[in-house]
Every structure is written in structure tokens, then in C-alpha cells.
């Protein structure tokens, strides 16, 4: 009992700044609440001689549940915004240091507005962009809370760092009428619409597919127009919208298991190139939420 009290003491010095991670992650002041409580839980079930720093620990533990719960969500967010939310939002914290009170200073403070914006930012990316903007986690630190490597996490924190300040984070165009592009190409080669698919395919538009998309099926490369709305002329399937690393794409996923991602590169409103990337290792280091 008096290693439990202990521990539970500890765990109060960190309890602000642990719910500051979580309320900008969910925007809820619930959710945020079961988070840092799953935090604990799992903090009692550890031995915490082996932590070395038992701060960034619980950091990044309350960033692994946040990351699952961003997820797993199937409700709107804007049933998840509370009244709360805005007035709840504890000042950005600094590091961890001796003086308990100070784990919890503030730089700034960050309202609802905030947390709107946030959510346009795929889960990886606001996980990136919270612990490493905010919080000040290394990116060696962060990577394995996302399954990346610190250099692809430390892409995602500035893709991110571009969507909140403003910034597009694709230059051909927005995310809506890309998506209208894509869906509108993938819905005409379902239907086998031909004329429709070389309408929105630049005329000099090249196809590239890696070796295992190749062994699927795929052509390594073909070019034209003509030819490639041939090749998917009545395809498409198993093809879905996707945000792919937080840019609209699609991927083919039968049953619901993604195999091949599709990237396409939009000029002018058409389509000037598609590359299909099934390798596996390089699936497993993308970010991918189907529509």
C-alpha cells in the first residue's frame, strides 16, 4: 500500500500537464479524463524501477491512448466538442521539473478555435504536432508512439505545423476539390464511363506501380490518357477515398484491408499521374483513414 501511495503521489505532479496532452488530442473534457485515468491504471500495473523518466513516460502512454480513442471514433466530432472544452483547456506546459507546480506553467493558451483546426489534422499528425509543438517531445521519443521513424514523425509535426497556420498542405489543390477529383475518377471507373476517364486524365499523364502492386497485377508503368483510362476502365472496385498521410487519395482495400495505396497527382483539376504502392514495409509507415 505505501509503494500504491507513492506512486499515486508521483502520478498527481503530473495529472495537469497529462490532461493538457489529452484535452488537445480529444477536444473533450471526458475524454480526457478517461485517458489520463487509463494512464494510471496502467501505471499501477508497471514496474516503475525499470522507467527511467517516469514524466516522459506517462507522456507518451497518454499519447498512445489518445492516438487509440482518435481511431476508433465513429461519432461526429462536433457531439465530442463540450461546453467545457474552452474553459477547461489548462496553459500549454512546460517539461517536467522538481516543482509540481511548475509542470504545469504556461507558455499560451489554447481554446476551442484551436482544437477545431486540430481536427482537421489526421490522428499521427496531431499527435506529432501536440507532444512535439506543445509539449516539446523529441521526435526520437515521439516515433515510436506512432510507429514511425523520428524523421517521418518529424514530417508529420511540420505538415501539421502548415494546416494550422494556414498553409495548404498540397499545392495542386484544396482537399475538397481534390477529393471531388478522386471520387469522380474512381465512380467513372467503376461505372466503365471510358470518355468520362480520359476527360479527367491529363493527356500526357503517366501510371507508376511499385514490384508488389506489379505482382497484383498492375502494369509497371503506362502513359497517355487513352491507355491508362483503358487500363482502369471498369476497375476500381474495391477502391476507396482515403486521406493518405493527411492528403485526399484513395487505396484498393478488398474486404477492408488496405493492399495498394493511390496517389494521385492533381494539375489543373485532371490527373496527371497515378502511383500504386503496395510494398508492404512502406504501407506500414503511412497514415491511412478511409473514408
Not at 498527481?12 to 485515468?37: C, I, N, P, T, Y
Amino acid at each position: 500500500m505505501q509503494e500504491q501511495d507513492r506512486l499515486a503521489e508521483r502520478f498527481e505532479q503530473d495529472r495537469a500537464r497529462l490532461r493538457a496532452v489529452a484535452l488537445r488530442m480529444l477536444g473533450s473534457s471526458a475524454e480526457a479524463d478517461d485517458a489520463v485515468q487509463e494512464a494510471w491504471l496502467r501505471l499501477s500495473r508497471t514496474d516503475v524501477d525499470e522507467v527511467g523518466n517516469l514524466s516522459g513516460w506517462l507522456t507518451t502512454v497518454v499519447g498512445r491512448i489518445c492516438l487509440d480513442m482518435l481511431r476508433s471514433r465513429t461519432t461526429r466530432r462536433e457531439d465530442l466538442l463540450d461546453d467545457t472544452a474552452d474553459t477547461d483547456l489548462p496553459p500549454v506546459g512546460a517539461t517536467a521539473g522538481p516543482d509540481p507546480e511548475q509542470e504545469a506553467v504556461l507558455a499560451d493558451s489554447v481554446g476551442l478555435a484551436l482544437l477545431v483546426v486540430l481536427d482537421t489534422l489526421t490522428p499521427a499528425e496531431r499527435l506529432a504536432f501536440v507532444l512535439h509543438d506543445m509539449f516539446a517531445v523529441p521526435f526520437d521519443e515521439l516515433a515510436p508512439v506512432i510507429g514511425k521513424s523520428p524523421d517521418a514523425a518529424r514530417q508529420l509535426a511540420s505538415r501539421a505545423r502548415r494546416r494550422v497556420q494556414g498553409q495548404s498542405p498540397t499545392g495542386d489543390v484544396d482537399q475538397a476539390r481534390r477529393r471531388a477529383v478522386v471520387e469522380a475518377f474512381l465512380s467513372a471507373a467503376r461505372e466503365g464511363r471510358f470518355e468520362a476517364l480520359v476527360t479527367m486524365l491529363d493527356p500526357d499523364v503517366v501510371m507508376r506501380a511499385d514490384a508488389t502492386a506489379v505482382s497484383y497485377g498492375s502494369s509497371a508503368e503506362k502513359r497517355g490518357a487513352a491507355t491508362v483510362a483503358g487500363y482502369w476502365n471498369g476497375q476500381a472496385a474495391e477502391a476507396r477515398t482515403a486521406l493518405i498521410d493527411g492528403v485526399v487519395n484513395a487505396v484498393w482495400a478488398p474486404k477492408g484491408k488496405v493492399r495498394v495505396v493511390l496517389a494521385f497527382t492533381v494539375v489543373d483539376g485532371r490527373i496527371a499521374a497515378i502511383d500504386l504502392t503496395a510494398d508492404r514495409g512502406r504501407l506500414a509507415e503511412l497514415d491511412v483513414t478511409i473514408y
